[in-house]
């Protein structure tokens, strides 16, 4: 479960920057590094992208990071990991039903995700508490 929902983070994030990196008229940074390395073709795909790329795929990461506390049980790992899909999720919610230019809460959202997955890459998580509860702290058993 832990292999799961840590490569499942990880294609949520990148396939959620791969997404908006396609849609020039919406996240021009995003577009213009995308185009910068050859993904200038994906334009042509941009509504789909905004419609039901990205949404899917930071539906994907959010529950790879809900599912990552039943391994792990840190709930401050798992808040950390979800409110970057969530603001993901927001920008393209927002922009697909009201219109609302939402590139800086899509950007920070990106940088939360890649913040968590790099965070997670780096320093893995490790279970604190069994499923008969946590040991108190100075107690062993």
Known sequence: MVLITRIADKA?????????MGCA??????AGLGAAIGLGF?????GLFITTLIPLFAVLALLANVL???SHRQWHRMALGVIGPLLVLAAA????????PT?????????FM????VWD?????????????????????
């Open 42 to 46: 994906l334009a042509q795909w941009e």
């Open 121 to 141: 890459f780096v320093s893995p998580a490790v279970r604190h508490c069994g499923p008969d509860g946590c040991e108190e702290p100075g107690r062993r058993g």
């Open 12 to 20: 949520g994030l990148l396939g959620s920057i791969v997404s908006a």
């Open 114 to 117: 890649l913040g968590v997955s």
């Open 103 to 111: 590139a800086r809460l899509l950007y920070v959202g990106l940088g």
């Open 25 to 30: 008229s919406c996240f021009p940074a995003l």
């Open 93 to 100: 919610m927002l922009m697909r039903f009201y219109g609302v």
């Open 68 to 70: 990552g506390w039943f």
